[in-house]
């Protein structure tokens, strides 16, 4: 089993809405890369490069197969550090699929003034941050900065939607999947709730 800084590292390696969707696809079976640029609807580069990213730390492999090359996933691995399952992927479909929509190459381009939009936007950011640890509000800006300027409007809505927590400049991600008035409840992505409380638990070392 990996040790400590492995499973961050390889956590961290998952934590992009378009490698889950990879890995929920490879989950069912085996694909070439032209299949997931088809069934992903992105470019042969962004696959390519998602792709070598998840194996540089051995979740995917590839096999050549004639002129093609074969992904597969590592599923001992994952379950081995407490990464989602394939099911888990796919609970947050809808939020990968919005949030991809505004976040391309690493960088969110514009943020959404639709709420559901917005908040799959804050839901993909959330990834960045490790439960159970304490940032200070500069950590947090810098960590939001990576995806747009505006950090103010992104670390308002993550204390606002109940994605974080902040104790005078002190930060940390909720430990538990936050109550959802009925309005709130149509502003976010389907299956939130079950997406935070795996996000939560994936991101706690098995014992």
């Not at 399952?85 to 991809?100: F, K, P, T, V, Y």
């Not at 943020?111 to 940032?135: D, Q």
């Not at 606002?160 to 149509?186: C, I, K, S």
Request: charged share 30%.
């Amino acid at each position: 089993m990996p040790d400590i800084d492995e499973q961050v590292t390889l956590l961290k390696t998952i934590a992009d809405s378009t490698r889950l969707r990879i890995l929920g696809l490879l989950a069912e079976r085996p694909r070439t890369g032209t299949e997931l640029v088809e069934e992903l609807g992105l470019t042969a580069p962004t696959i390519s490069h998602h792709l070598h990213r998840l194996r540089d730390v051995g979740i995917v492999s590839a096999e050549a197969d004639a002129q093609r090359r074969v992904w597969s996933i590592n599923t001992d691995l994952l379950g081995a550090v407490g990464a989602p399952s394939a099911n888990c992927a796919h609970i947050d479909d809808e939020q990968a699929r919005l949030a991809a929509r505004f976040i391309k190459d690493g960088r969110l381009e514009t943020i959404p003034s639709k709420r559901k939009a917005f908040t799959a936007v804050l839901m993909e950011l959330l990834r960045n941050f490790e439960p159970g640890r304490s940032y200070q509000e500069r950590q947090v800006n810098e960590i939001l900065g990576r995806y747009h300027c505006d950090v103010a409007t992104l670390r308002r809505g993550m204390i606002d939607y109940g994605y974080l927590h902040r104790t005078g400049f002190v930060y940390q991600v909720t430990d538990e999947v936050p109550d959802r008035t009925p309005t709130e409840a149509q502003e976010v992505p389907k299956g939130e709730a079950d997406w935070l409380r795996s996000l939560i638990d994936s991101a706690l070392p098995k014992v």
